[in-house]
């Protein structure tokens, strides 16, 4: 059952990660570079970064699970990888449930960011928002580096 427990930590923060990694590095992109216009490109995006979130906080929540049977007991919350994943679940929940919402209101507000003046004071909070979400995806990486580091290490 220890490998069974062991395996669930690191496919879980594997997939969570490799999901982070492929949108940010070959979907957004490519979604970027051929569809027809930049709002289409963020509207696909948004959607599988909301995909993405969801599975994540499933994976997270999986990982926390497998740690407090491994230390058959709620001590499996306090260990240094499991706190990385309980801060990976609260950026992720921060961003799904608090930026995204906002940053779709207003890209339904000014119909085309693209389109949307720069100076725009709708395309200038868009444009916060949007900055915020991805230093938030990028804590939850570096979180999420750290904690695969962390279980494989103290796997023994």
Same mark, same amino acid.
């Given at each position: 059952? $220890?490998?069974?427990?062991?395996?669930?930590?690191?496919?879980?923060?594997? $997939?969570?990660?490799?999901?982070?990694?492929?949108?940010?590095? /070959?979907? =957004?992109?490519?979604?970027?570079? $051929?569809?027809?216009?930049?709002?289409?490109?963020?509207? *696909?995006?948004?959607?599988?970064? /909301?995909?993405?979130?969801?599975?994540?906080?499933?994976?997270?929540?999986?990982? !926390?699970? %497998?740690?407090?049977?491994?230390?058959?007991?709620?001590?499996?919350?306090?260990?240094?990888? /499991?706190?990385?994943?309980?801060?990976?679940?609260?950026?992720? %929940?921060?961003?799904?449930?608090?930026? $995204?919402?906002?940053?779709?209101?207003?890209? =339904?507000?000014?119909?085309?960011?693209?389109?949307?003046?720069?100076?725009?004071?709708?395309?200038?909070?868009?444009? +916060?928002?949007?900055?915020?979400?991805?230093? *938030?995806?990028?804590?939850?990486? !570096?979180?999420?580096? %750290? /904690?695969?580091? !962390?279980?494989? +290490?103290?796997?023994?």
């Amino acid at each position: 059952m $220890t490998h069974i427990l062991r395996f669930l930590q690191v496919f879980t923060l594997g $997939t969570w990660l490799g999901g982070i990694l492929y949108l940010s590095f /070959a979907v =957004a992109p490519a979604a970027f570079g $051929t569809l027809g216009s930049r709002d289409q490109a963020g509207a *696909l995006v948004g959607l599988i970064l /909301a995909r993405l979130h969801i599975f994540g906080m499933i994976f997270g929540v999986i990982y !926390l699970l %497998a740690s407090i049977a491994l230390d058959k007991s709620l001590g499996g919350f306090v260990r240094p990888a /499991a706190l990385c994943v309980i801060l990976m679940l609260a950026l992720t %929940a921060y961003s799904n449930w608090r930026v $995204t919402p906002r940053m779709a209101n207003l890209r =339904a507000q000014m119909v085309s960011v693209d389109r949307t003046p720069r100076d725009n004071p709708l395309r200038v909070e868009f444009g +916060r928002l949007h900055r915020i979400s991805v230093r *938030l995806e990028s804590g939850v990486l !570096l979180l999420g580096l %750290a /904690a695969l580091f !962390l279980t494989v +290490r103290n796997h023994r």
